[in-house]
C-alpha cells in the first residue's frame, strides 16, 4: 500500500504507465501529444503551459478509467489525456481499478480481508485497493475520468470506483473543491448518456466539472495497433478537454479556503474544533 507522503516519487511503472515504450513505434519526441503540447516543440498550448508553469509546484491530476479489459478503449483514451497533461508539466497519476473489491460494509471475513490489530475483521474500507485509492483521491487536485457507456450509463467498475469515495475521511473532504474532466467511450454511435452520469457524481462528490467533454464514438475504430488515438475532431476534442482542465485548475490551485469551504463547515469547525463525521452527526441527534 502506498502512502501519500510517497506517491510523488512513485515509480514510473506503478503510476505512469501511458508513459511505457511499448506505445511508442519511434523517439518520443514524434508523439503527438508532445508536439501539441510540450514547449520544445509545436507549442500549440501554450497558454495553459505558461499558466501551469506560473503555479509553484506541478498540478497533481488523478486518471480513472472504467474498464478491466486489457485493450480497453477508456484506458487508452485516458493514457492520452495523461500524456498530454505530463507534457504540460502536471504530474499525472493514474490508477488501476484490476483488484478493486465491490464496497461492503459487512463485517464477515472474506479472503481479501485481514484482521485488524484488535483482531476484529473489517469491511472492504480496509482492502488495499481501497486505501490505495482513497489516497491518491486525497493527494489530487484535479481529476479526468474516463468511463466506457454500457447499457446506456457508467460502467460498474467506474461506480465502483466512485463508491469506494467518501465525502469525508474523518475531518478531511478529499474530493470537495477540487477540479474534473468526463469523458466516455462508446462502441457504437456517440452518446452521451456516461458523462451526464459523471457529471452527477461529480456535483455529489462536491467537485467542479468543466463545461467541455469528450464522447467517443465507434472507440474500437479509432486506434492504432500500438493503442494510440488516430487523428480526428474527436482526438482534437480531447485535447480540448485536457487543456480547459489544466486552464481551470490553475485557477482554482491554492484557492481552498475560498471554493473548499462551508459556512456550515466553518460554523462546526468554530463550535467543535473539527468536521464531524456523518456519523457522529447521526449520533448527536440520537442522543438530543
Known amino acids: 500500500m502506498v ?3 510517497e506517491l510523488s516519487s512513485a515509480s514510473a511503472s506503478a503510476y505512469t504507465p501511458f508513459l511505457d515504450s511499448a506505445f511508442y513505434t519511434g523517439d518520443v519526441s514524434d508523439d503527438w501529444t508532445y508536439k501539441i503540447a510540450s514547449q520544445d516543440q509545436l507549442d500549440q498550448l501554450s497558454e495553459a503551459r505558461q499558466m501551469h508553469q506560473a503555479l509553484p509546484r506541478p498540478l497533481r491530476v488523478l486518471v480513472l478509467y472504467g474498464s478491466n479489459r486489457q485493450r480497453s478503449f477508456s484506458k ?5 489525456a ?3 497533461l505530463h507534457h504540460l508539466g502536471c504530474e499525472v497519476r493514474v490508477f488501476d481499478p ?3 473489491p465491490l464496497k461492503d460494509d459487512d463485517d464477515t471475513v472474506r479472503p481479501f480481508l485481514s ?3 484488535d483482531g476484529q475483521t473489517v469491511g472492504t474500507d480496509a482492502h488495499p485497493k481501497v486505501q490505495e485509492l482513497r489516497q491518491l483521491v486525497t493527494w489530487s487536485e484535479a481529476h479526468f475520468w474516463c468511463s466506457p457507456e454500457q ?3 457508467l460502467t460498474g467498475i467506474m461506480k465502483t470506483m466512485i463508491d469506494h469515495i467518501p465525502l469525508s475521511l474523518g475531518s478531511v473532504r478529499p474530493t470537495q473543491g477540487k477540479v474534473l474532466a468526463v469523458s466516455q467511450v462508446n462502441g457504437g454511435s456517440q452518446s452521451f448518456n456516461a458523462v451526464n452520469s459523471l457529471r452527477i457524481l461529480g456535483r455529489w462528490m462536491r467537485m467542479f466539472t468543466i463545461p467541455n467533454q469528450a464522447s467517443l464514438p465507434k472507440a474500437w475504430t479509432q486506434f492504432t495497433p500500438e493503442g494510440r488515438m488516430m487523428d480526428s475532431s474527436n482526438r482534437e476534442r480531447l485535447v480540448d478537454v485536457v487543456e480547459e482542465l489544466v486552464k481551470v485548475s490553475c485557477l482554482f490551485y491554492g484557492r481552498d479556503d475560498t471554493f473548499a469551504t462551508r459556512w456550515s463547515e466553518r460554523k ?3 463550535q467543535v474544533g473539527r468536521l464531524l463525521s456523518q456519523a457522529e452527526k447521526e449520533q448527536a441527534k440520537g442522543s438530543n
Not at 487508452?76 to 492520452?80: A, D, K, N
Open 76 to 80: 487508452l483514451m485516458s493514457f492520452e
Open 151 to 153: 447499457h446506456g450509463n
Open 268 to 270: 462546526e469547525k468554530a
Open 82 to 84: 495523461a500524456r498530454i
Open 98 to 100: 484490476h483488484g478493486l
Open 115 to 117: 484482521p485488524t490489530s
Open 3 to 5: 502512502s501519500t507522503s
